[in-house]
């Protein structure tokens, strides 16, 4: 079910991988990822509990390639007719299905989980029509791109500045504590990027993987 967690802002918890994606009342009905394959169903009953239809939603947002945040894109692009949009280095992923790498562990928990997705995920994606937009510093809606990569090589934060909301999805993780996300294609780089992310105005922010912040987050990344 959706439930919300900041004014605007409904979190989906997906937990086959423990992964949330975000229902948000923008400019349009916005969708920020769209959880595991085969749980677009699940993602409709909590659009309809926050109050909306599936063709209600105006856009859906992908913030990189893996299975627990687009696995779904294909199927409710057909059920809401919205336009998706992703980074242009993810975009051969989801718009041409290719077959992507699998990601590095960074940490303990990360050599604990990682052989669990390999076998738990798929590694394609079901093809969607999609525009490859989200490019640093470009807004989508309210929404302004921030290139994070690093967990993949396209992977893409989304800063609501009006509202001080950051959407880190895997840029970021909130299960072990704010810190970089546990797997990473490019580990030293996702490092980097979890600096950048440092350096925003935000007060609050929602993670792809752990609990959101509701304020105090900026502070939270700087380890105060």
Not at 28 to 33: A, Q, R, S
Not at 72 to 81: I, V, Y
Not at 101 to 107: F, G
Request: proline letters at 7%; glycine letters at 8%.
């Amino acid at each position: 079910m959706a439930r919300e967690v900041l004014p605007s802002v409904h979190e989906v918890f997906f937990p086959k991988a423990l992964v949330n994606a975000y229902i948000v009342e923008a400019d349009v009905p916005t969708l920020i990822d769209t959880g595991t394959p085969g749980a677009a169903g699940h993602l409709v009953k909590a659009l309809r509990n926050a109050g909306h239809e599936p063709t209600d939603i105006g856009r859906i947002l992908i913030t990189h390639r893996h299975a627990d945040h687009a696995g779904n894109a294909a199927e409710l692009a057909r059920l809401t007719g919205a336009e998706v949009h992703v980074s242009p280095g993810d975009a051969p992923y989801v718009v041409e299905a290719r077959e992507q790498p699998v990601p590095k562990a960074t940490s303990l928990l990360g050599r604990a989980l990682v052989p669990y997705v390999k076998v738990a995920l798929p590694w394609t994606l079901d093809p969607v029509e999609a525009q490859a937009s989200l490019v640093d510093r470009a807004t989508v809606g309210p929404f302004r791109v921030v290139e994070t990569p690093g967990h993949t090589g396209g992977h893409v934060s989304l800063l609501w500045e009006e509202r001080g909301i950051l959407f880190t999805a895997d840029a970021a993780q909130n299960i072990t504590g704010v810190a970089p996300h546990f797997a990473a294609d490019n580990p030293q780089q996702a490092h980097t990027t979890f600096d950048r992310l440092r350096e925003l105005d935000f007060d609050s922010a929602c993670f792809g993987h752990g609990r959101t912040l509701r304020s105090g987050a900026r502070k939270r990344f700087r380890g105060r």
